[in-house]
């Protein structure tokens, strides 16, 4: 059974970075292209990042685009998201998932989720 596991959220100030971390486990194949959703409070689960094969094939929404970057290190199983120049609206519990196939932007495209890691940017 796959399983991901997110880490690296915390308290941030505006401007401020974080590094989040997915590691997948349970794999018999190599690890599938991935996503980063994020979940503000009351709100619903928003596409912020995904990555192909590679570390070149990368997509992002408009309100991340040049902020954030996500990459891959295949040995390790992990996903990471580098988060950048942070804004209080990034605020939100960030997932990583499995991406299946579909639109990069829709939840029903992915199928095993991790439980997720906070993240709340504050001053």
């Known amino acids: 059974q796959v399983k991901l596991v997110e880490s690296g959220g915390g308290l941030v100030q505006p401007g401020g970075s974080l590094r989040l971390s997915c590691v997948v486990s349970g794999l018999t194949v190599r690890m599938p292209r991935m996503g980063w959703f994020r979940q503000a409070p009351g709100k619903e689960r928003k596409f912020v990042a995904w990555i192909g094969w590679s570390d070149d094939d990368t997509n992002y929404p408009d309100a991340v685009r040049g902020r954030f970057t996500i990459s891959r290190d295949n040995y390790k199983n992990t996903v990471y998201l580098q988060m950048n120049s942070l804004k209080s609206d990034d605020t939100g519990v960030y997932s990583c998932?499995?991406?299946?196939?579909?639109?990069?932007?829709?939840?029903?495209?992915?199928?095993?989720w991790g439980q997720g890691t906070q993240v709340t940017v504050s001053s």
């Open positions: 998932a499995t991406y299946r196939y579909g639109e990069y932007d829709f939840k029903s495209s992915y199928d095993a």
